[in-house]
């Protein structure tokens, strides 16, 4: 079955500093992979997503996030936080066997606070 | 181009009742998912349409219903409604394989239900 687990429920960084937030992913198959973000009383937004290519995937508002199929990882990153980032931060995976699905596994999330 | 529209943004039942909720995909997107998100759960995938068909289901019991119109409008009913039920009730769109889909599932605001 797939899972997505971030180990991490808060992850506190300054304003400035590089950030990382936590995945790690089980999954049957080829991984499709997401990261979204909620800031309060809002729905999701995507942010970037990994289907297959290059490990390194750029999303939305300068964020990354490197695919590491040895270590079933999909570590979120930033090179300089803004307190603007502040958020709930969910990592996802696509439930389906085919790619062609609109069922995600989340992750519990991680709320990112960024201090100034 | 609007995005995912719910209705009603919040509402408050109480134990007994039913509710509706409403879900208005991105013009064009065909498929439409729904989420179940309370602080002890987190996300849970609830059910997905496509083309009037359900075709994913979570492990929700049968008070949880859903349909979509021909219009891909997407509407989920919970009858009997229990104080469990209190959450925030997310709609997305896709785009069906084979039709410039990119992958990622776009959310709507949000349904807050409270059930007193």
């Known amino acids: 079955a797939q899972s997505v687990a971030q180990p991490e429920d808060q992850v506190n960084v300054a304003e400035g500093n590089p950030l990382t937030v936590k995945c790690t992913y089980s999954v049957s198959g080829n991984p499709y992979l997401f990261w979204y973000v909620q800031y309060p009383n809002r729905g999701l937004q995507f942010l970037l997503k990994y289907i297959t290519g290059d490990n390194l995937v750029k999303g939305s508002y300068g964020f990354e996030a490197e695919f590491n199929k040895s270590q079933t990882s999909f570590h979120l990153k930033k090179p300089s936080a803004l307190v603007s980032d502040s958020a709930l931060y969910f990592c996802?995976?696509?439930?389906?066997?085919?790619?062609?699905?609109?069922?995600?596994?989340f992750g519990q999330g991680t709320t990112l606070q960024v201090k100034p | 181009k609007a995005g995912v529209t719910q209705t009603p943004r919040y509402l408050i039942k109480t134990r007994g009742q039913q509710v509706t909720l409403s879900c208005s995909p991105i013009?064009?997107?065909?498929?439409v998912s729904w989420y179940q998100q309370t602080p002890g759960q987190g996300l849970q995938f609830l059910f997905e349409y496509f083309s009037e068909t359900q075709r994913n289901k979570g492990n929700f019991p049968g008070r949880f219903s859903g349909r979509q119109f021909s219009n891909s409008r997407s509407e989920m009913n919970v009858s009997t409604l229990e104080l469990g039920d209190s959450a925030l009730y997310l709609c997305?769109?896709?785009?069906?394989?084979?039709?410039?889909?990119?992958?990622?599932?776009?959310f709507g605001e949000g349904s807050r239900l409270t059930v007193l």
């Open positions: 997305a769109s896709s785009l069906p394989r084979g039709h410039s889909n990119t992958g990622e599932l776009f």
């Open positions: 996802a995976v696509r439930g389906g066997l085919s790619g062609n699905t609109g069922k995600l596994i």
């Open positions: 013009s064009g997107h065909r498929s």
